[in-house]
T-cell receptor, first 114, second 111 residues
Framework: DTEVTQTPKHLVMGMTNKKSLKCEQH?????MYWYKQKAKKPPELMFV???????INESVPSRFSPECPNSSLLNLHLHALQPEDSALYLC?????????????FGPGTRLTVT | QKEVEQNSGPLSVPEGAIASLNCTYS??????FFWYRQYSGKSPELIMS????GDKEDGRFTAQLNKASQYVSLLIRDSQPSDSATYLC???????????FGTGTRLQVTL
């Protein structure tokens, strides 16, 4: 089973709102990722958690706040977003094994900031 | 700057033909190579991974890796209209779990 789930599927929020995106995997993967994808562009890495610790932050603005409560869950807390933050937000997970790191993506959350 | 380059396409092939998608990368230390398929409005789906020089086959898909030439390709045999999608090449370098993606090649399989 290579399933990563994400909720919600769609989210519309105003610039003053606070919302959270959720991601879950039950594959025993110990690395989890947040990506942002704009139309006709490749996924852009935002954060990486390895063994529940933040290992990579790609200089993401502080209005995006990741959280990894346990090895199966990953959250992305959103606050005071801008319209240009509208995008498809993808969660992925992988093993942490040399010569592997196959990443499996969830279906994504389509975010619109108004 | 580690780069992964792909021709953006569209690459148009007739149904039943072989589609050949190519990817070059700049970091000679790259170790792991992946092909993802992405349908419009959907998330990327891993279809092939390859780690050593040579060919790797999985059904209608064959991944080819040539580290000396810094080149990885994906062949799709007996192309079907359902193969019409954007194909993303991704490369992992170093010990970090970070992937560098190419910009993707759009494949159109025509009837």
């Amino acid at each position: 089973d290579t399933e990563v789930t994400q909720t919600p599927k769609h989210l519309v929020m105003g610039m003053t709102n606070k919302k959270s995106l959720k991601c879950e995997q039950h594959m025993g993967h110990r690395a989890m990722y947040w990506y942002k994808q704009k139309a006709k562009k490749p996924p852009e890495l935002m954060f990486v958690y390895s063994y529940e610790k933040l290992s990579i932050n790609e200089s993401v603005p502080s209005r995006f706040s990741p959280e990894c409560p346990n090895s199966s869950l990953l959250n992305l807390h959103l606050h005071a977003l801008q319209p240009e933050d509208s995008a498809l937000y993808l969660c992925a997970s992988s093993q942490v094994v040399l010569d592997s790191y196959e990443q499996y993506f969830g279906p994504g959350t389509r975010l619109t900031v108004t | 700057q580690k780069e992964v380059e792909q021709n953006s396409g569209p690459l148009s092939v007739p149904e039943g033909a072989i589609a050949s998608l190519n990817c070059t990368y700049s970091d000679r230390g790259s170790q792991s190579f992946f092909w993802y398929r992405q349908y419009s409005g959907k998330s990327p789906e891993l279809i092939m991974s390859i780690y050593s020089n040579g060919d790797k086959e999985d059904g209608r898909f064959t991944a080819q890796l040539n580290k000396a030439s810094q080149y990885v390709s994906l062949l799709i045999r007996d192309s079907q209209p359902s193969d019409s999608a954007t194909y993303l090449c991704a490369v992992r370098s170093g010990t970090a779990s970070k992937l560098t993606f190419g910009t993707g090649t759009r494949l159109q399989v025509t009837l």
